[in-house]
């Protein structure tokens, strides 16, 4: 039993030391940060909301469809990297297959843009 205690004790070292650099971490900005914030601080910051208001005040549509596009463009990276791992053992089908997918992903953003979901204004 000691001995497997004795294997287990880098792993235990490992994760105290972890947590003290995740707690020293997370008390710096408290004991170092700048406490005096200035009208450029108060300001709207890019989403244009006042940033001390009502929190349960209704968002602009626009948030939510940025935040889909978001999400569906970054599943083409998510499905490219194993693809490209993968790229000598799936032979022609595969090839195909993911230049549909891109395609089909590139028709999407075309459309997008064209519908105007990209814009902000």
């Known amino acids: 039993m000691e001995n497997v205690a004795a294997q287990y004790l880098p792993i235990a070292i490992f994760i105290a030391i972890a947590g003290v650099i995740a707690l020293a971490l997370m008390a710096a900005p408290f004991i170092l940060a700048y406490k005096q914030p200035d009208k450029e601080k108060l300001s709207p910051y890019e989403c244009g909301f006042e940033p001390f208001d009502d929190a349960r005040m209704k968002f602009d ?12 463009f970054d599943l083409e990276a998510v499905f490219l990297f194993p693809w490209a791992l993968t790229f000598n053992e799936v032979g022609d089908l595969g090839y195909w297959a993911m230049m549909i997918f891109l395609a089909e992903l590139t028709i999407g953003l075309i459309y997008a843009w064209k519908k105007g979901a990209l814009e902000w204004d």
């Open 61 to 72: 549509v626009r948030f939510y469809l940025v935040a889909m596009l978001f999400i569906i």
